[in-house]
């Protein structure tokens, strides 16, 4: 269960199956746009629920209905399976 | 109810009644620390709920424990009244 | 803004324009399942919102996927124009 | 990590570490007073994360500032382990 750092190939090979999902500032990025803030505040809660069972926690930036995630993973100092694990539970959203 | 843009010396008598909030790159801005994501993230769904009740809207990020909250209004182009009052009712949670 | 008692004939007509919602125990009523927990209790979260900015507020009864929603104005002991729009909101969602 | 019925005895001595617990129709009740709407919506949000990460998901009812909360165990047709753990994250919110 502890999260593996990721080499850059890995990272690429795993970015091709993630939809919409690519490294920026060495993080795995994406951005999300809604109809309202409500839905986008709510589809963080859903982002959050998916985080807090895993107990991985994403970066969020929200402004108005624009909702932007940053994943990365703190104990190995870079992207690691879990990222990839939780981007993937959110595009499954 | 339009929102009216605040002089620098209206900002700086508003943010001595402010406890915590400063002025960042234009954005009132404050940051808060919790003891855990879930405690995090509820109170940023109570700043959620003042915030569309007033149909005026914060940046947040959120990353963990931890929560900064920037206040503007894009219709000004710089700080209005609404974004005072927000940080009140914010402080007030 | 005060709410306003609807009679029976009136409750009647609103209804017909209100797919799902019946009158149980005098009270407005639909029943929901979601595909999971979490669907069910954003989709709370996306009610409360509007609840909360209309200043009128629902019963919610949820376990697992199952949300029901009872609507009813305890200021006119009945149900009032702001359950028929609180109801409207809800199936806009 | 599979639930397991509690006899009255245990029920009874579980209970006597839990404040404000008692059971009802055969579940474990507590009923809760909040200030506010949100405040009231936000503390069910912080259960529902407890919930979900358990997967142990309990009866919801709310009206504005009250919330009542229902444990049982569906799988075992009684009140299990998982309701008193449940039951006690609840109290330790």
Redesign the interface.
Known sequence: MNPQKLTDKQITEAIAQLPEWKVVNGKLNRAFKFDS???A??FM??V??????MVH????????NRVVIDLTTHDVDGISNLDIDLAQKINDL
Chains 1, 2, 3, 4 share one sequence.
């Open positions: 803030f409500v839905e505040f709510t809660t859903k959050a629920f998916a985080a807090e069972k926690h994403p970066e969020f930036f929200n402004v108005y």
